[in-house]
């Protein structure tokens, strides 16, 4: 039955994806233009993050020019390992992990900039150390709010850090590894059958990366109010935006290509073709969350309020609303 399926397609469609110069030589008027095109948006980005790169360098005190220089870098070089994906189909495996592993990189560094933004480490003690944080926030325990909420301290603030941290640092070495994996034919991102190795180092680096997103998102929770001047809200968008790009919409049109519903055309295999029209969709989206994130990291900011002038203003507000409240 399998022989006599496999003789009613074409043979491209069962082959591995083609080389570079295999790719070039078929390429029309029209693939060359597309090409262009999706090359030249990376490579504008590029410039774009070294021009801003040098801005926050010279502008910014250390160590937040360093967690945002690694946070507005996300889209340009997430683009660009998306360009090389699509002019090296065979190497869209290594493209993938390398943009995963930098992002790793990058969930780490928004939650150290957020603790930045107040401050520091000392500061943000400073300031928080006689009130409480709410934990029930996603993606782990966002139905959960019969959680306590926790006092903060040193050592709550460094299990947030480490919550964080630890993916990026075990996501590169499980690429690391799954690259040896593959040269010996055990990891192969296309078998994902329970008995494989690649199901079960998806399923435990996914665990990973939610565990290393709710440091962020109890930090966010408990502190955005006081970062309006620092437009935290928008960057915090395009950092969970890039989230769901690289790894939702892959992640989609990948298992739509493993089931054939995306057509093989050749030279492509079906699941190819998925891999390539994922690369392509990237490079676009990510030029254009380029252009916000430049807009939103490349400029001066206002003094943070200290807390006395933090409770003056919810003094403030507190009496206009019941002045209002009052006169109703």
Request: aromatic share 10%; charged share 15%; with cysteine.
């Amino acid at each position: 039955m399998d022989e006599a399926f496999k003789s009613t397609i074409d043979p491209t469609c069962l082959q591995d994806p083609p080389l570079t110069k295999d790719l070039i030589k078929q390429l029309d008027v029209f693939g060359f233009c597309l090409y262009f095109m999706l090359t030249l948006m990376p490579c504008i980005s590029l410039l774009l993050y070294l021009e801003q790169c040098a801005f926050i360098y010279k502008k910014l005190p250390y160590p937040k020019k360093t967690a945002i220089i690694w946070i507005s870098g996300g889209a340009p070089v997430l683009g660009t390992m998306a360009c090389f994906g699509i002019w090296a189909p065979r190497a869209t495996m290594i493209t993938d992990m390398t943009s995963n592993c930098y992002y790793a990189v990058v969930v780490y560094k928004f939650l150290v900039l957020l603790i930045e933004e107040l401050g520091g480490a000392s500061d943000f003690l400073q300031r928080f150390s006689s009130k409480t944080f709410r934990i029930d926030t996603g993606p782990c325990c966002c139905c959960c709010p019969c959680f306590p909420r926790v006092q903060v301290t040193r050592q709550m603030l460094f299990l947030l850090k480490l919550g964080s941290l630890q993916n990026a640092i075990l996501r590169i070495v499980i690429s690391v590894l799954s690259l040896i994996l593959w040269t010996n034919g055990i990891f192969n991102p296309a078998d994902l059958k329970v008995t494989g190795a690649t199901l079960w180092i998806q399923l435990f680096m996914g665990v990973l990366t939610v565990i290393s997103l709710w440091p962020i998102g109890i930090v966010f929770m408990n502190i955005n109010s006081l970062l309006h001047n620092q437009k935290i809200i928008p960057k915090y968008a395009m950092y969970q935006l890039i989230f769901v790009l690289i790894q939702l919409q892959t992640s989609i049109i990948n298992i739509l290509a493993f089931n054939g519903v995306i057509a093989c055309a050749p030279p492509f295999s079906s699941r190819a073709r998925g891999s390539m029209l994922s690369q392509q969709l990237l490079i676009m989206e990510m030029f254009i969350i380029s252009l916000v994130t430049r807009s939103l990291y490349r400029r001066m900011y206002d003094p943070l309020p200290s807390e006395e002038q933090d409770n003056e203003q919810n003094e403030k507000e507190a009496l206009q609303t019941a002045l209002v409240e009052h006169d109703v």
